[in-house]
């Protein structure tokens, strides 16, 4: 049965504390890939903002996520101690070619905004699966916010490529 690696060693929360991780690591990849583009989108202002607001909603989910590990016992890992293969195909998006091209890097951006949110729709139905309802109603606003984010930035993409083909 291919894709299936759950053992029996392994127990549901330390699952759910592995993924608590996980996202961790998602959150601070986010936080570092906004600081390093925010300086080169000057020429999309909306852009710029909406990195901003992505940058500050990283940072609170970051610290959100380290209070959950905290609550079970577990202090927050080394930044990017776990890093998925998603993280580096977006990492190689938006840093992969010479020139800054913000059309790929929006593109890859609304991709890892996707994983995200269904990153946070697995914490929640583990969180769910393992009585913590806390944890769940924590992690649901994070998801809430998160698809906010995505709607906008989605909101944002007639802007962006008007301002793309003005500029080139």
């Given at each position: 049965?291919?894709?299936?690696?759950?053992?029996?060693?392994?127990?549901?929360?330390?699952?759910?504390?592995?993924?608590?991780?996980?996202?961790?690591?998602?959150?601070?990849?986010?936080?570092?890939?906004?600081?390093?583009?925010?300086?080169?989108?000057?020429?999309?202002?909306?852009?710029?903002?909406?990195?901003?607001?992505?940058?500050?909603?990283?940072?609170?989910?970051?610290?959100?996520?380290?209070?959950?590990?905290?609550?079970?016992?577990?202090?927050?890992?080394?930044?990017?101690?776990?890093?998925?293969?998603?993280?580096?195909?977006?990492?190689?998006?938006?840093?992969?070619?010479?020139?800054?091209?913000?059309?790929?890097?929006?593109?890859?951006?609304?991709?890892y905004r996707a994983h995200q949110i269904a990153s946070l729709q697995v914490?929640?139905?583990?969180?769910?699966?393992?009585?913590?309802?806390?944890?769940?109603?924590?992690?649901?606003?994070?998801?809430?916010?998160?698809?906010?984010?995505?709607?906008?930035?989605?909101?944002?993409?007639?802007?962006?490529?008007?301002?793309?083909?003005?500029?080139?």
């Amino acid at each position: 049965m291919v894709g299936r690696t759950k053992t029996t060693d392994r127990s549901a929360l330390d699952i759910y504390l592995g993924a608590l991780r996980d996202h961790l690591s998602i959150e601070s990849k986010a936080i570092e890939t906004a600081l390093s583009e925010l300086p080169v989108c000057e020429q999309y202002p909306g852009l710029c903002r909406r990195m901003e607001q992505d940058l500050a909603m990283g940072r609170s989910h970051a610290r959100e996520i380290t209070i959950l590990l905290s609550r079970h016992g577990h202090p927050a890992p080394v930044p990017h101690e776990t890093v998925s293969s998603i993280l580096s195909t977006v990492s190689g998006l938006l840093h992969g070619g010479e020139e800054h091209d913000v059309l790929k890097n929006v593109l890859a951006a609304s991709g890892y905004r996707a994983h995200q949110i269904a990153s946070l729709q697995v914490l929640i139905v583990l969180a769910r699966q393992l009585g913590f309802a806390q944890d769940a109603a924590a992690l649901d606003c994070l998801k809430d916010e998160e698809i906010a984010a995505a709607g906008a930035l989605e909101g944002l993409m007639p802007e962006i490529v008007a301002q793309y083909l003005a500029a080139g």
